[in-house]
């Protein structure tokens, strides 16, 4: 399952950023991310909500600490395990 | 019995199911050629997923341009990216195609139709919306280059002459301003007075950027939020804010002289869904004003505003007939047989027309392509009482059997006018793929299946969009019209090989049997057109020939990438010593054009020869319908051996001398066993 949801993960961020080569580990984070700015973050959260079919409430649309916080989240939403 | 003869209908179902899982399995493939770094292969593979529906998938569009950029072919990327345009809807794939365009225009310029400097003006954040804006006026041949305020900036960049607004010197200045930018307050007492103020205020910001710029401007106008706490009681109540953002909108639209263009975001948001346009987490968040997945709509109406200020909407409608403005096929069914006015599907057609006269009146040009008899194409035009269109609507009429692509070239060459300014409207999908195929510069039209929902089709549709109305443009027409009988029609040809190959047909050819009996006996009954000898045999006499282990029967069922059509031809045959004489061949008017006649004499030709007969004999008996077919024994080397007073013609094709007829284009799954057939029945 944990597998599953990175990859959907990854998936999406190469299509926001265009990049098919991007990896994503649990500890990075969006500063050590090009080009990761707050249009990115925008386009990053709507395309989670269109992906995972989820909404974030206005408060958790602006920040996670890492992709593991993320992860968490996704898990606990979607009713996966992460 | 019957169970058996079920079994084919059954495999059919189950292989079109295959094809959306190899459609599936093409793109994961792809997916993987992909990211393994293979791009040209990945590609080969996603245009191979993309054949599966008439429109490529927006995902796969992407896809390909994100290959071809790594290819660095930046001129294919952004041909692909930009069918972004017409096929998806979703943010998400519209960012993505719009950030790689950004990319590819940072190193490449594209040939275009018109390079134009845009500045944008936003009430709120715009930085996701203009790459959108930018992506749509390119799928119009418009390249954008563009200039954003800084948020909410957009009064100190007009009012301010040394802003980066006029360093940018702007040719056309879009406002893209929301419901907060509106300076009226909750409730006002003046209301005639609040509105005609503020309006005035928009005025001013139009005409000082306008003189300082020499610019057109692009207002956007007001999206009115429907969250009133006043209710329904807002509607009568002149002073509430909902009643005066609506009087606003009126107000600005009146207010805008020939140099401004307004995009009527009211009606796009309506549209929408007004709960959905606004999104205030976006708002808080980004200070996002309209909900990020409305931004594609808001980018396509105001390409085709922009497009239309230049000059580069579209002129002319290219109507079909049969199933587009009635039901039914009026060369087959007749005046009386046609859908059109009783019924839910008749209604439809009316309601078609009736929009499409509006265009008409609005200025379009309506020409008609069909593939028909001229005059039964004129029939219902002329006797049909339900009819809303007349002669008299359309500039020029084409009913013939020449390929519609090269009818189109003949329609834009006799108005003079460019292959560009054409848009078809066409119900059946291989029309429209090989006129996309042969002239890419017309707009085609994917209509649905259900012809209840052309009129919306058509009417969402927005390259019709025109800046002015005025009373010249409802003359239109009739000047076309002119200009069209006089000009001399000068016929073009052009290669259908891969037309037909991209059609990916497929038939079953196999001898009578019970269960197709029903139709074929339909068929014998109704065809008119393509048929030679027009002899109508009931069931009785058909299953007398079944019987009769002289005669050859098939049918041939065909299947291509868009349709099963079903059982569309059949031939009757009698054998007469070394002699194989066609009794009765016909072919329904659905398939015209498709090589089925020349598959089907190949199947017989197989047949004949396995019967141990050499030459082929062929009859064509004249009706006042079948003028069509006259000329087609010719065409597949029979020679004439008689002719009767009454214009029968009869003719022969020696096997021996020059072999079977061949036809390379549809693939036969399962070619007849005559004996086996009859020793069956």
């Known amino acids: 399952m944990s597998d599953q949801l990175h990859e959907q993960l990854e998936d999406v961020f190469q299509n926001v950023f265009n990049d098919d080569t991007m990896m994503l580990r649990d500890d990075t984070t969006a500063a050590e991310v090009d080009g990761w700015d707050s249009v990115a973050h925008i386009n990053l959260m709507f395309a989670l909500e269109e992906r995972f079919s989820i909404q974030f409430a206005g408060n958790e649309l602006a920040e996670f600490e890492n992709i593991g916080a993320l992860k968490h989240y996704l898990a606990r939403k979607t009713g996966a395990t992460a | ?681």
Request: net charge negative; charged share 20%; glycine share 6%.
């Open chain 2, 1 to 681: 019995m019957r169970a058996r003869w079920e079994e084919p209908a059954l495999v059919m179902a189950e292989q079109s199911g295959t094809t959306h899982e190899q459609r599936a399995e093409l793109e994961s493939a792809g997916n993987a050629l992909r990211k393994a770094g293979s791009f040209a292969e990945a590609i080969q593979h996603y245009q191979q997923a993309a054949t599966a529906s008439e429109l490529p998938c927006a995902d796969l569009c992407v896809k390909i341009a994100r290959c071809h950029v790594q290819l660095n072919q930046p001129a294919e990327a952004l041909s692909w990216l930009t069918r972004v345009v017409d096929v998806a809807d979703t943010y998400t794939t519209w960012q993505s195609a719009a950030a790689l365009l950004e990319k590819v225009l940072q190193t490449h310029t594209p040939q275009v139709k018109r390079a134009v400097r845009v500045a944008v003006l936003g009430s709120y954040t715009t930085t996701q919306w203009v790459p959108m804006l930018r992506l749509a006026a390119l799928c119009q041949g418009v390249l954008i280059e563009a200039y954003e305020s800084d948020f909410d900036q957009y009064q100190q960049d007009v009012l301010d002459e040394r802003s980066g607004l006029y360093t940018f010197k702007p040719e056309v200045i879009v406002f893209a301003v929301h419901d907060g930018a509106a300076a009226l307050p909750e409730y006002a007492d003046d209301a005639s007075k609040a509105v005609e103020l503020e309006a005035g205020r928009w005025a001013n910001l139009w005409k000082t950027a306008a003189q300082r710029s020499g610019a057109r401007v692009i207002m956007h106008n007001f999206a009115v939020r429907s969250d009133s706490a006043m209710g329904h009681l807002s509607t009568r109540v002149a002073g509430s804010r909902y009643s005066m953002m609506q009087q606003l909108n009126r107000a600005i639209g009146e207010a805008a002289g020939s140099n401004v263009s307004i995009v009527d975001c009211d009606r796009i948001s309506a549209t929408f869904g007004k709960t959905k346009w606004f999104d205030d987490r976006y708002w808080y968040l980004s200070k996002q004003a309209v909900a990020l997945d409305a931004l594609p709509m808001l980018a396509t109406h105001t390409a085709a505003v922009l497009a239309a200020d230049l000059g580069l909407s579209r002129k002319c409608l290219v109507l079909d007939l049969d199933n587009t403005l009635w039901g039914g096929v009026i060369g087959e069914d007749g005046l009386t047989g046609i859908e059109l006015g009783n019924g839910p599907r008749g209604e439809a057609f009316v309601a078609l027309q009736k929009y499409i006269l509006q265009l008409k009146n609005k200025g379009v040009i309506l020409a008609v392509c069909s593939k028909n008899n001229d005059a039964d194409a004129r029939e219902p035009f002329e006797k049909h009482s339900d009819m809303q269109m007349s002669l008299d609507d359309v500039s020029i009429f084409v009913a013939n059997w020449q390929p519609k692509h090269e009818n189109i070239r003949r329609i834009a060459q006799t108005l003079n006018i460019g292959l560009d300014s054409l848009v078809f409207l066409d119900d059946n999908p291989a029309e429209r793929e090989i006129v996309r195929q042969h002239l890419p510069e017309v707009d085609v039209i994917a209509l649905p299946v259900d012809p209840t929902g052309y009129p919306q089709a058509l009417a969402s549709y927005l390259m019709f969009e025109t800046s002015s109305y005025t009373a010249e443009d409802s003359q239109r027409a009739a000047q076309y019209k002119a200009k069209a009988e006089i000009a001399e029609l000068q016929q073009q040809t052009g290669s259908l090989e891969d037309f037909h190959r991209s059609l990916q047909m497929t038939a079953v050819v196999a001898p009578f049997d019970e269960l197709h009996l029903p139709r074929i006996v339909q068929l014998i009954g109704k065809t008119n057109q393509f048929n030679l000898t027009t002899r109508r045999h009931n069931i009785e006499q058909v299953r007398r020939f079944m019987d009769d282990s002289a005669y050859v029967h098939l049918y041939l069922k065909l299947t291509d990438r868009f349709a099963d059509h079903g059982l569309v031809s059949l031939l009757i045959a009698r054998r007469v010593g070394i002699v194989l004489d066609i009794e009765s061949w016909l072919m329904s008017c659905r398939v015209i054009g498709r090589t089925v006649e020349a598959e089907l004499l190949s199947q017989m030709c197989r047949t004949a020869e396995q019967m141990g007969c050499t030459r082929l004999r062929g009859t064509y008996i004249p009706t006042a319908k079948n003028v069509m077919v006259q000329e087609i024994f010719s065409r597949f080397g029979f020679e004439q051996v008689s002719r009767s007073e009454g214009g029968e013609t009869v003719w022969e094709y020696d096997l021996a001398a020059h072999g079977p007829i061949e036809n390379g284009f549809i693939e036969v799954r399962s070619t007849p066993d005559v004996v086996k057939q009859e020793v069956s029945s």
